[in-house]
């Protein structure tokens, strides 16, 4: 007897499916604009982040135009690929950060080395001119991450720190969505980093913490809008 292991799919490939269906039964017509989020949402019965998700899928699958402004327009009844997992969403990922961070940032205030306090002012330079060159690259901004946690003193939490951001650069879900932020001229905020910085070099460890996590709830916040409609 042949059994396989039952996986557990992700909210949104349930609703990104049920879509898929509707739009190759002809229920939805070609060009025409998807329900809003909200209604979606709601006749769904799951939050906007796994709608958003489920619309980022099908667009992956080629089934749906995402016009940030203006909705979500079916543009064919085959997808040019299958709807299949790819990846946890960029909300997942910052909402697990949002739970980790801002203690590593309280850490990081009692903890950090001279040295590591260097290493951060120069990932705050190198993310300056990041932001100057229009670049698209986020590698400042990661270092910057990563340099706090080992700055914590805690080996574990830095490692699951480590280990979030490879899921966000490899999971095709999380860098669409981001690929859509930079296109849109949503950029790692400098004052944010800069006032965790200075908190952490202060050694102020409870304003570092408020400061990781008002950086982490703006960009949840951003996240949430991108692809309001």
């Known amino acids: 007897m042949r059994i396989e292991a039952v996986k557990v799919r992700r909210l949104y490939l349930e609703v990104a499916s049920q879509i898929e269906n509707l739009i190759k039964n002809g229920e939805v017509d070609v060009g025409q604009r998807l329900p809003s989020e909200r209604d979606l949402s709601d006749q769904f019965g799951v939050s906007r982040p796994t709608i958003r998700e489920a619309m980022i899928a099908l667009e992956i699958a080629g089934l749906v135009e995402i016009r940030t402004g203006s909705g979500i327009y079916v543009l064919g009844t085959q997808p040019k690929r299958s709807i299949q997992d790819v990846g ?14 801002p203690e590593l940032a309280a850490l990081a205030a009692d903890n950090a080395k001279p040295a590591q306090l260097d290493d951060l002012a120069k990932a705050l330079a190198d993310m300056e001119c990041e932001q100057s060159a229009s670049s698209v690259s986020e590698a400042a901004d990661k270092r910057f991450h990563s340099i706090i946690a080992d700055a914590s003193g805690n080996s574990a939490l830095a490692a699951v720190v480590d280990w979030l951001w490879q899921m966000r650069m490899n999971s095709e879900l999380s860098t669409v969505f981001h690929q859509r932020a930079r296109d849109a001229g949503v950029h790692p905020s400098l004052d944010q980093h800069k006032a965790v910085f200075t908190a952490i070099a202060a050694k102020e460890s409870e304003a570092a913490r408020s400061a990781m996590q008002q950086h982490l709830d703006a960009a949840l916040k951003d996240s949430k809008t991108l692809l309001d409609h």
């Open 88 to 101: 946890p969403g960029a909300y997942e990922i910052l909402e697990a950060r949002r739970l980790i961070e």
